[in-house]
């Protein structure tokens, strides 16, 4: 079967671009606004989205999208199933690669194999599970494959050892992240770029892309200049935190110098 | 793959790849250790000789006569040093953390009894300590704050979420992932990802192979039931391990049942929650449909916890141990209860494994044993059990 997000990187690759993969934070403003935003972003150069699902105790998260979320489920009740549906709704507007970022205990009490047959339906072509690491992968992959649906796989600065059997497994594109910590925007990093990134050029397979802490056009155009795309979460959420309702021409104005920073790269 | 650090289905590994490492590091070096001659000889000695074991089992007469049922008898591990049976996991890992050669040790704290312990065993072997506190405990428990900060750790306070226990564990995580390579995450409960479960059930159950040796010492034979709290559930691992294969041996573990487990006010995991994936674990957790983490209530901020260790899920899963919930109420009169009839105030904790024997000794025979495990003493809660009763200590 085929998946939109291998189409969407030969594509890329034929037009000698790279991926610029935003993150929205589901229910931050109601679904009505994370609709009308995915929509905004892809008009405004995104290529790639990931739907955030909205979770009580996102571990992983710095504190941008651990408010957002928190908006989400406390002001508009997000639910998984309104996700879904807004997804079904989005499918009949756009054929970008959509993906679900989400906690492992929302996939597992929803039932993984109702989740992954959901997400077919719905056209969700991948899921990124940030409490999911690779010796734990087999929890959802075998529903996953049998959907179609790619579970993206994580490197960061702190594998070391880690790399090759990760990427050697990865499917659709490997997700970097580029300092240890957790989501948010950043001023620097102290990270060895240049190691982090030839020691995954040796070992993976499919494109990849680097995300945490890229705020702005000029982070991404420094750091997409190391792989095939650059993932900006926290700065959305924050745009569409502080401005809500009428988020989405600040949404559109920083898509838009993300896609300038990121086609200079 | 390999699954490792299964308890049957539970347990295991779900934590984000930053911290894989680390884990698989701790993993190591815990395997290491845990077969080093010299690291357990160490560890003894400081259990003898800092944490002032062996712990008393206390024949407890007066509440066997007033009861009528079993012979009581009551493992004192509130009379550690910290006063918990905390201070034994904390000596372990804090040991593990200087042999890793890592500088600084970073906790979660519920009631503050880990905390506290992390704190001394930091103090003791001069590491640094941060103390992850939800802001609602730092209120409840004003005291062990107080002695945390003497002791020389950093108590930050948790405003996300409930402002409890799993808000802390949230925090100490996100703190681990930015700190990876200088810090020890020292967790206070059989719970997180494996090593976890295995090495705080390893450091703790010297509780139940002290208190078999106790026993057979002083009646000859092996109890009858043996009962403790749980929260997280370490005081009950380290009572329980050593008696799991003696079948004739009934198992009770006490869950917090706050207003009542029928209410939307408790914390009785096993009794009320569902399986999910949280805290690096496959296990049992309290969550709605969504599989969002629940809110808990419980009078007792050390068993206030969504969750339970994964060893614990499997012991009832399989029926060797039983789980029953107590209520505030019943826990507060059981811990004047205690404190009336032997002299001993109990943990409010501790008070809920008392409370459930209450309920079990009477309806046992004269020639039965039960062992209480008294997991911590009640200083820190005078307070609020006042409070509780409408008393105001003006304090």
């Given at each position: 079967?085929?998946?939109?997000?291998?189409?969407?990187?030969?594509?890329?690759?034929?037009?000698?671009?790279?991926?610029?993969?935003t993150?929205?934070?589901?229910?931050?403003?109601?679904l009505?606004?994370?609709?009308?935003?995915?929509?905004?972003?892809?008009?405004?150069?995104?290529?790639?989205i990931?739907?955030?699902?909205?979770?009580?105790?996102?571990?992983?998260?710095?504190?941008?999208?651990?408010?957002?979320?928190?908006?989400?489920?406390?002001?508009?009740?997000?639910?998984?199933?309104?996700?879904?549906a807004?997804?079904?709704?989005?499918?009949?507007?756009?054929?970008?690669?959509?993906?679900?970022?989400?906690?492992?205990?929302t996939?597992?009490?929803?039932?993984?194999?109702?989740?992954?047959?959901?997400?077919?339906?719905?056209?969700?072509?991948?899921v990124?599970?940030?409490?999911?690491?690779?010796?734990?992968?087999d929890?959802?992959?075998?529903?996953?494959?049998?959907?179609?649906?790619?579970?993206i796989?994580?490197?960061?600065?702190?594998?070391?050892?880690?790399?090759?059997?990760?990427?050697?497994?990865?499917?659709?594109?490997?997700?970097?992240?580029?300092?240890?910590?957790?989501?948010?925007?950043?001023?620097?990093?102290?990270?060895?770029?240049?190691?982090?990134?030839?020691?995954?050029?040796?070992?993976?397979?499919?494109?990849?892309?680097?995300?945490?802490?890229?705020?702005?056009?000029?982070?991404?155009?420094?750091?997409?200049?190391?792989?095939?795309?650059?993932?900006?979460?926290?700065?959305?959420?924050?745009?569409?935190?502080?401005?809500?309702?009428?988020?989405?021409?600040?949404?559109?104005?920083?898509?838009?110098?993300?896609?300038?920073?990121?086609?200079?790269? | 793959?390999?699954?490792?650090?299964?308890?049957?289905?539970?347990?295991?590994?779900?934590?984000?790849?930053?911290?894989?490492?680390?884990?698989?590091?701790?993993?190591?070096?815990?395997?290491?250790?845990?077969?080093?001659?010299?690291?357990?000889?160490?560890?003894?000695?400081?259990?003898?000789?800092?944490?002032?074991?062996?712990?008393?089992l206390?024949?407890?007469?007066?509440?066997?006569?007033?009861?009528?049922?079993?012979?009581?008898?009551?493992?004192?591990?509130?009379?550690?040093?910290?006063?918990?049976?905390?201070?034994?996991?904390?000596?372990?890992?804090?040991?593990?953390?200087?042999?890793?050669?890592?500088?600084?040790?970073?906790?979660?704290?519920?009631?503050?009894?880990?905390?506290?312990?992390?704190?001394?065993?930091?103090?003791?072997?001069?590491?640094?300590?941060e103390?992850?506190?939800?802001?609602?405990d730092?209120?409840?428990?004003?005291?062990?704050?107080?002695?945390?900060?003497?002791?020389?750790?950093?108590?930050?306070?948790?405003?996300?979420?409930?402002?409890?226990?799993?808000?802390?564990?949230?925090?100490?995580?996100?703190?681990?992932?930015?700190?990876?390579?200088?810090?020890?995450?020292?967790?206070?409960?059989?719970?997180?990802?494996?090593?976890?479960?295995?090495?705080?059930?390893?450091?703790q159950?010297?509780?139940?192979?002290?208190?078999?040796?106790?026993?057979?010492?002083?009646?000859?034979?092996?109890?009858?039931?043996?009962?403790?709290?749980?929260?997280?559930?370490?005081?009950?691992?380290?009572?329980?391990?050593?008696?799991?294969?003696?079948?004739?041996v009934?198992?009770?573990?006490?869950?917090?049942?706050?207003?009542?487990?029928?209410?939307?006010?408790?914390?009785?995991?096993?009794?009320?929650?569902?399986?999910?994936?949280?805290?690096?674990?496959?296990?049992?957790?309290?969550?709605?449909?969504?599989?969002?983490?629940?809110?808990?209530?419980?009078?007792?901020?050390?068993?206030?916890?969504?969750?339970?260790?994964?060893?614990?899920?499997?012991?009832?899963?399989?029926?060797?141990?039983?789980?029953?919930?107590?209520?505030?109420?019943?826990?507060?009169?059981?811990?004047?209860?205690?404190?009336?009839?032997?002299?001993?105030?109990?943990?409010?904790?501790?008070?809920?494994?008392?409370?459930?024997?209450?309920?079990?000794?009477?309806?046992m025979?004269?020639?039965?044993?039960?062992?209480?495990?008294?997991?911590?003493?009640?200083?820190?809660?005078?307070?609020?059990?006042?409070?509780?009763?409408?008393?105001?200590?003006?304090?």
């Amino acid at each position: 079967m085929s998946n939109r997000i291998d189409e969407k990187f030969k594509q890329l690759k034929a037009q000698n671009k790279k991926a610029l993969i935003t993150y929205i934070a589901a229910g931050d403003g109601g679904l009505d606004l994370t609709e009308k935003a995915v929509l905004e972003m892809e008009k405004n150069g995104a290529d790639i989205i990931e739907i955030g699902v909205p979770f009580s105790d996102p571990i992983a998260e710095g504190k941008v999208i651990q408010e957002a979320s928190l908006r989400s489920l406390r002001d508009h009740h997000t639910t998984l199933k309104a996700v879904f549906a807004m997804v079904e709704k989005l499918r009949k507007q756009t054929d970008m690669p959509l993906l679900l970022m989400l906690y492992a205990n929302t996939i597992f009490r929803s039932g993984t194999d109702a989740f992954f047959d959901k997400c077919r339906e719905v056209g969700i072509d991948g899921v990124i599970v940030p409490d999911l690491p690779f010796e734990e992968h087999d929890e959802f992959q075998e529903a996953a494959e049998r959907n179609a649906v790619y579970n993206i796989s994580l490197v960061t600065p702190a594998s070391t050892g880690r790399i090759e059997k990760i990427a050697s497994a990865a499917q659709g594109f490997l997700y970097c992240v580029s300092s240890v910590g957790v989501t948010g925007m950043r001023d620097k990093f102290s990270t060895d770029f240049d190691a982090f990134f030839s020691e995954i050029a040796k070992y993976s397979k499919i494109p990849y892309c680097v995300g945490f802490g890229i705020r702005n056009g000029e982070a991404a155009q420094k750091m997409g200049s190391y792989c095939d795309g650059v993932i900006v979460g926290s700065a959305v959420v924050n745009q569409i935190g502080e401005y809500q309702q009428e988020a989405l021409p600040h949404v559109a104005a920083l898509c838009q110098e993300l896609r300038r920073g990121l086609d200079k790269a | 793959m390999s699954k490792i650090g299964r308890f049957g289905d539970f347990g295991g590994q779900y934590v984000p790849e930053t911290v894989m490492n680390a884990v698989s590091e701790l993993q190591e070096a815990y395997e290491k250790y845990s077969k080093d001659p010299e690291f357990l000889k160490e560890l003894q000695d400081l259990y003898h000789n800092y944490a002032f074991r062996p712990s008393l089992l206390y024949y407890a007469d007066k509440m066997t006569k007033d009861l009528g049922g079993a012979k009581i008898y009551i493992k004192r591990e509130d009379l550690n040093h910290t006063g918990s049976h905390k201070i034994n996991n904390a000596l372990g890992q804090v040991l593990l953390a200087k042999k890793m050669g890592k500088k600084r040790v970073i906790a979660e704290t519920g009631a503050g009894q880990h905390g506290v312990a992390t704190a001394t065993v930091c103090a003791y072997f001069d590491m640094e300590c941060e103390v992850y506190m939800g802001r609602e405990d730092m209120e409840r428990q004003a005291l062990n704050v107080y002695r945390m900060e003497l002791l020389g750790a950093k108590v930050t306070g948790v405003d996300s979420g409930t402002a409890t226990l799993k808000d802390a564990i949230n925090e100490a995580m996100r703190d681990w992932a930015t700190n990876i390579a200088t810090t020890f995450y020292c967790i206070g409960s059989v719970m997180g990802p494996h090593p976890y479960p295995t090495m705080v059930r390893d450091f703790q159950k010297i509780i139940g192979e002290e208190a078999k040796q106790q026993i057979l010492e002083a009646e000859g034979r092996l109890p009858d039931c043996v009962v403790a709290c749980v929260g997280g559930g370490s005081n009950a691992m380290g009572i329980f391990y050593d008696f799991i294969p003696d079948t004739s041996v009934r198992l009770v573990g006490a869950e917090a049942g706050g207003k009542g487990a029928d209410t939307e006010f408790h914390a009785a995991t096993l009794t009320k929650g569902d399986l999910g994936i949280f805290h690096g674990m496959k296990s049992v957790f309290l969550q709605n449909d969504e599989g969002q983490i629940a809110p808990v209530f419980s009078i007792s901020a050390g068993l206030d916890y969504p969750g339970i260790g994964p060893e614990h899920a499997y012991l009832h899963q399989t029926g060797r141990a039983d789980y029953i919930s107590i209520t505030d109420e019943e826990a507060v009169q059981a811990f004047e209860y205690l404190s009336r009839t032997e002299g001993i105030i109990p943990a409010v904790e501790s008070a809920h494994a008392v409370a459930a024997a209450l309920k079990i000794a009477p309806t046992m025979q004269k020639d039965q044993i039960m062992i209480i495990n008294l997991s911590g003493r009640g200083d820190k809660d005078v307070q609020q059990i006042a409070r509780y009763r409408g008393v105001n200590l003006n304090v």
